[in-house]
């Protein structure tokens, strides 16, 4: 598994280069990278979800699913509590961005291409418990934390992300036992393959766009990136220490809980006229920072947490 997991992160950080390369050169536009984004977030990424649940039902998919969500949700619970612990209010400090940066993570850009590299649709169909939760949280807490609002509109948004239709309409399939006709599967399946690729070149395009040595003067930014991608994927490894579930779910929710911090962080800085360069330099420098420490991470848990 270790040779698959720096193999990945290889082919990633390959596609991350030729993303920053086609910006540099024009032949990515700001306004371009947003609309691939947009279009990885509402489409690819749905579609791959999406396959994910064309699998036959067995009891023993189910019941993990269902533990896969309570990992998510104890993981989530330790990136909160770390988070909040190492990050205290000061002013003149961006406390709610450092904060949102190190509890939601990247984990549909990075993580589905990681995991389905690692276990192929079934890593993914278990991936999709932690995309629920990310999108529960992060379009409820993480948007109040950065606006500072509590409004029922980010709930509602939750309902009408695609990312959770594409896992609700799944999960009908998957239960009823609705296979999509092949020609459609084999459609849908060419749609998916787009995603890896697409998710490394908005990454490499969005690198492209900060001041990396700029970055590299800043030890906070290291701070956070530190707490995000090493300490707080440590303490999910020691939680699955006691009691071991299955090594394909722990892995799965690891390798989400390790990806960078996510885009939305930027996205909702812009919303609310936050300080956004602040995000996207957390973003960037931990995207960067991720192809050496997920496939650490992830060889980390088969030393210690398998």
Sequence with gaps: MSQVILQQAFIMLILIL??????????????TVSEISRLVLTV????VILLAYQRELRAELAVNLGWTFLLSILSYAIAMLISYLAIRSKEGRETAIERFSCIYSNCGFMGIPLVQAMF???GVFYLTAFVTIFNLLAWTHGVMQISGQHSMK?????????????IAAGMVLFFAQITIPSLLAETLGM??????PLAM?????????????????????????TLKLLIIPFAVILLFLCPPFDSMMEMTVLAATAAPSAAMCTMQCLNFKKNAAYASELFGMSTLLSILTMPLVMMLYEKIGA
Excluded: H, M
């Design 44 to 47: 690819v990424n749905p579609i």
């Design 201 to 225: 070149f908005v990454a490499g395009a969005t690198i492209a766009q900060t001041n990396l040595p700029a970055i590299f003067r800043k030890p906070r930014v290291f701070y956070i990136c």
């Design 120 to 122: 192929g649709l079934e």
């Design 18 to 31: 030729v993303g920053a390369g086609c910006f540099r050169f024009g032949l990515l536009s700001k306004e």
């Design 191 to 196: 749609i998916g393959e787009l995603n890896t």
């Design 154 to 166: 980010s709930i509602l948004k939750v309902l009408r992300s695609p990312a959770i239709i594409a």
